[in-house]
């Protein structure tokens, strides 16, 4: 067997895995009544049966790829796996506090394998044979979904308030199909011209559109925008994008919150209740703020331990719309590990996302790839809680960003081969190989404002 054969095996698991995981064929028809709701409530909140299979198809696979498999990705030196493996003791230890000890141990565990998952793909694939599976899986998942809601005859894109929900809700498909936007953006980087590529691109695009969902477009566009502006600008004019960043993101906020008609402008022909818009999160953002955050400031209620289905029915009944998760990241890392656990979590995400710029920087489209996934997480987190919670594909990406930033560096360091230099000084912190070693071209910014220099030629 060669190894374009392993990869489809690798393929097909993962693939399966993520499918039993993430989607439901009788999704489209969940819109109209509260189903999802009562087969979390039957469940206890510790997933349903498919949901299990594919979590512990993962950790099989991640457990023989890490045992079997010799190459060794990880560096331990690294900040950034040094900050992962801090939040993985955090989330373990706060199962000891946990409000629901039960649900925090199967969320835990699914996280673990969601780990070894991500450490076993990345040891047994190519960096591009990862954002070739991102393509593949996200681009079946789509097609697949397309296919199911002809046969249940829920499709009706010319339907005024249709929207295309696939196998998911249709926030979670606007995440596939962001999720394919950026790999296969990553994809015609690495390989110009393709038509493959540049056909998937398209598909991504359209299915991203008939979802309407504001958070997947808005989030996906300012991705692509302020990181296509993060690789552009040279190394040291990065704050100015960053306080750009906090701008559009506060200016955001607050148009979302007022009676402006901007409104009207961004529902693209949605018209929806209070509770499918920011308005109508701030009364829930306040409520969990001041009546549970607030009583438990530093530690939280554990990780996966609040949202119970006896706590969902609680604040459900209080905002009068159902509710199983905080709309938001940030407001459930605080709820479940406290603010210290927020300021881990994003520590954690963002040495991941600066890593990321600086390998893109460098012409890697692993580099690029990992980064927009990244920064669409913290976009998609202000006003959707999916990158937090196991049932999104967000989650794992995360994860094997952290570890691929991490087997990046490590690679750079070992080689020892060449050095980048920057205005005839040693610069310790790119002390690594030069990427032409490695078969990939630095981007123009970084060529003019660094040179690649091997040993022989750089200056004592």
């Not at 938001?328 to 890593?355: E, H, K, N, P, Q």
């Not at 937090?388 to 691929?404: E, V």
Request: proline share 3%; aromatic share 14%; hydrophobic share 45%.
């Amino acid at each position: 067997m060669n190894k374009s054969h392993y990869i489809w095996f690798d393929y097909a698991i993962l693939t399966c895995a993520f499918f039993l995981i993430f989607h439901d064929l009788h999704a489209p028809l969940f819109l109209s009544d509260n189903s999802y709701m009562e087969a979390y409530a039957a469940n206890e909140g510790t997933g349903s049966a498919g949901k299990q299979i594919g979590v512990i198809i993962l950790f099989l696979y991640g457990s023989f790829s890490c045992l079997f498999t010799e190459k060794k990705v990880l560096n331990f030196d690294s900040l950034q796996v040094k900050l992962g493996v801090a939040f993985l003791m955090l989330i373990t230890v706060s199962i000891s506090w946990s409000a629901a000890p039960t649900a925090s141990l199967a969320r835990w565990s699914g996280f673990v394998a969601y780990s070894l998952a991500a450490l076993g793909a990345t040891k047994r694939l190519s960096p591009l044979d990862v954002i070739r599976w991102y393509v593949f899986a996200h681009c079946l998942y789509l097609v697949v979904g397309l296919i199911n809601e002809i046969i249940l005859g829920t499709f009706d894109p010319l339907g005024g308030a249709y929207r295309f929900t696939g196998l998911n809700d249709p926030n979670s498909t606007g995440a596939d199909a962001s999720m394919l936007v950026f790999s296969s953006i990553a994809m015609l980087r690495a390989k110009p011209g393709s038509w493959v590529y540049r056909a998937t691109l398209v598909a991504a695009v359209s299915f991203l559109l008939l979802t309407r969902s504001r958070t997947a477009l808005l989030g996906t566009a300012f991705t692509l925008i302020l990181f296509y502006g993060f690789v552009t600008m040279r190394s040291n004019r990065l704050m100015p994008y960053l306080c750009l960043l906090g701008t559009v993101v506060s200016v955001s906020l607050f148009l979302s919150s007022q009676d402006i008609d901007v409104k009207g402008a961004l529902s693209m022909g949605r018209a929806e209740a209070a509770e499918n818009t920011l308005t109508g999160r701030v009364p829930l953002w306040t409520e969990l703020y001041e009546q549970y955050i607030s009583k438990h400031p530093v530690l939280g209620y554990g990780y996966g331990g609040f949202w119970t289905p006896e706590q969902s029915k609680i604040i459900s009944s209080d905002q009068d719309w159902i509710i199983g998760s905080a709309h938001s990241i940030y407001i459930d890392a605080a709820l479940t590990l406290g603010l210290g656990g927020l300021f881990l979590y994003l520590a954690t995400l963002m040495s991941v996302l600066f890593r990321a710029v600086r390998e893109s920087r460098l012409g890697r489209q692993d580099g690029f790839f990992f980064g927009c996934l990244i920064l669409g997480a913290l976009f998609d987190g202000f006003s959707d809680s999916g990158p937090w919670f196991i049932s999104s594909i967000y989650l794992f990406g995360c994860i094997q960003a952290l570890i691929a930033v991490s087997s990046i560096e490590m690679e750079y360091r070992t080689s020892g081969q060449a050095r980048i230099c920057s205005g005839g000084r040693w610069a310790p912190e790119q002390e690594r190989l030069g990427a032409y070693l490695h078969g990939y071209a630095p981007s123009p910014a970084y060529q003019r404002s660094h040179r690649v220099v091997s040993r022989e030629s750089a200056p004592i």
